[in-house]
T-cell receptor, first 112, second 116 residues
Framework: QKEVEQNSGPLSVPEGAIASLNCTYS??????FFWYRQYSGKSPELIMF????GDKEDGRFTAQLNKASQYVSLLIRDSQPSDSATYLC????????????FGTGTSLTVIP | GAGVSQSPRYKVAKRGQDVALRCDPI?????LFWYQQALGQGPEFLTY????????KSGLPSDRFFAERPEGSVSTLKIQRTQQEDSAVYLC??????????????FGDGTRLSIL
């Protein structure tokens, strides 16, 4: 079982809608959770990180963490065509050095 | 610029050749990471440095892969006797502090390596 699982998609939403991206992880010792956006041929770009249970909002983005259920999600409100990209979930395990474990990413397309 | 800089952006080599990939992290960043990203996959961890010390190299796929960061700044990932399966994008990332668990990693644009 991979440490981090994401639905590879593709996920398509109309412009202005809410896009919901989900990620589950296997290790209960995971302590830090990160969402990256990656455009085709580009490097991963940090969007948000979250450490505590609950919601964290930043502009149109909201990260949600539920450690009991071992999932973390990213909501994108008022989706724009420029949000079309692959979204990578990354998890850092407690005490596992500093490496991140990445999911395979979810491809999002926002349709104008 | 203030970001992580990698060079070259693209590298084509014949099977069996040695290659060297360079990473210049964000100034002041203690931690440096190398990842390998195959097409359609997420980045896979290769190795991690805290300053000049290589603290984790568990992700290096074989002894043909070698990384160094001699002065705690610029790092080089070397691949000897390259094989076709080495073709991938090699990403470098840096973060501010080594021991603090929660620091996000900032990525460079990567080196796209193609082995013919």
């Amino acid at each position: 079982q991979k440490e981090v699982e994401q639905n590879s998609g593709p996920l398509s939403v109309p412009e202005g809608a809410i896009a919901s991206l989900n990620c589950t992880y296997s290790d209960r010792g995971s302590q830090s959770f990160f969402w990256y956006r990656q455009y085709s041929g580009k490097s991963p770009e940090l969007i948000m990180f979250i450490y505590s249970n609950g919601d964290k909002e930043d502009g149109r983005f909201t990260a949600q963490l539920n450690k009991a259920s071992q999932y973390v999600s990213l909501l994108i409100r008022d989706s724009q065509p420029s949000d079309s990209a692959t979204y990578l979930c990354a998890v850092k395990l407690k005490g596992a050095g500093n490496q991140f474990y990445f999911g395979t990413g979810t491809s999002l397309t926002v349709i104008p | 610029g203030a970001g992580v800089s990698q060079s070259p952006r693209y590298k084509v080599a014949k099977r069996g050749q040695d290659v060297a990939l360079r990473c210049d992290p964000i100034s002041g960043h203690v931690s440096l990471f190398w990842y390998q990203q195959a097409l359609g996959q997420g980045p896979e961890f290769l190795t991690y440095f805290q300053n000049e010390a290589q603290l984790d190299k568990s992700g290096l796929p074989s002894d043909r892969f070698f990384a160094e960061r001699p002065e705690g700044s610029v790092s080089t990932l070397k691949i000897q006797r390259t094989q076709q399966e080495d073709s991938a994008v090699y990403l470098c990332a840096s973060s501010l502090m080594g021991r603090v668990a929660d620091q996000p990693q900032h990525f460079g644009d990567g080196t796209r390596l193609s082995i013919l």
